[in-house]
């Protein structure tokens, strides 16, 4: 069956602007998660969904936001860029989100912010 | 809070050499611990994961890793490593919040 699929795989934004990045997880998954990796901070976690809850979230400005639809697809926000937000963001799902649940992750957006 | 620590940042090795990589978690309770391996421009992959029972898991590709309480351990080996191995590997522990927490990631160089 499919992977998550990630959308769009590349994009380059300007200071101030603001970004949506979407995510479709496999299907049967109801729980999505997304982290932001940087060469300097590694992987963090941004933030979990289930069920359109959020049941989690990193430590990120709140600049930073995420949402969950009926059918388990998320998408992520980020408002006025900086180009600390450069970063490659991946999206994870998995059946229930507990740790017992295998996560599976997608290949990324990469976001590159000028 | 959980945490992880691979200390090694970089590991070269030769093809059909032996490959071990240290991964040390920080958490109260059992773990759920995980490898994973990204290659680059890639999403990670889920390697192997340990939740309890048998203390040596194995994984695909070939990997196997240790799970060993007494010093909060958790590393990866591979008898004989394949050019393709060359990778980045992330550990990570999970502890039923949802999330996981990733060590630093230890870049592994194949050479010929």
């Known amino acids: 069956k499919a992977g998550v699929t990630q959308t769009p795989r590349y994009l380059i934004k300007t200071r101030g602007q603001q970004v949506t990045l979407s995510c479709s997880p496999i299907?049967?998954?109801?729980?999505v998660s997304w982290y932001q990796q940087t060469p300097g901070q590694g992987l963090q976690f941004l933030f979990e969904y289930f069920s359109e809850t959020q049941r989690n979230k990193g430590n990120f400005p709140g600049r930073f936001s995420g949402r969950q639809f009926s059918n388990s697809r998320s998408e992520m926000n980020v408002s006025t860029l900086e180009l600390g937000d450069s970063a490659l963001y991946l999206c994870a799902s998995s059946f229930g989100g507990q740790s017992e649940n295998t996560i599976y992750f997608g290949e990324g957006s990469w976001l590159t912010v000028v | 809070a959980q945490s992880v620590t691979q200390p090694d940042i970089h590991i070269t090795v030769s093809e059909g050499a032996s490959l071990e990589l240290r991964c040390n978690y920080s958490?109260?309770?059992?773990?759920?611990l995980f490898w994973y391996v990204q290659s680059p421009g890639q999403g990670l992959q889920l390697l192997l994961k340990y939740f309890s029972g048998d203390t040596l898991v194995q994984g695909i590709k070939g990997f196997e890793a240790e799970f060993k309480r007494s010093q909060s351990s958790f590393n990866l080996r591979k008898p004989s490593v394949h050019w393709s191995d060359a990778a980045e590997y992330f550990c990570?522990?999970?502890?039923?919040?949802?999330?996981?927490?990733f060590g630093a990631g230890t870049t592994v160089t194949v050479r010929a």
């Open positions: 990570a522990v999970g502890a039923n919040d949802y999330k996981l927490s």
């Open positions: 958490y109260g309770a059992t773990p759920y």
């Open positions: 299907s049967g998954h109801r729980s």
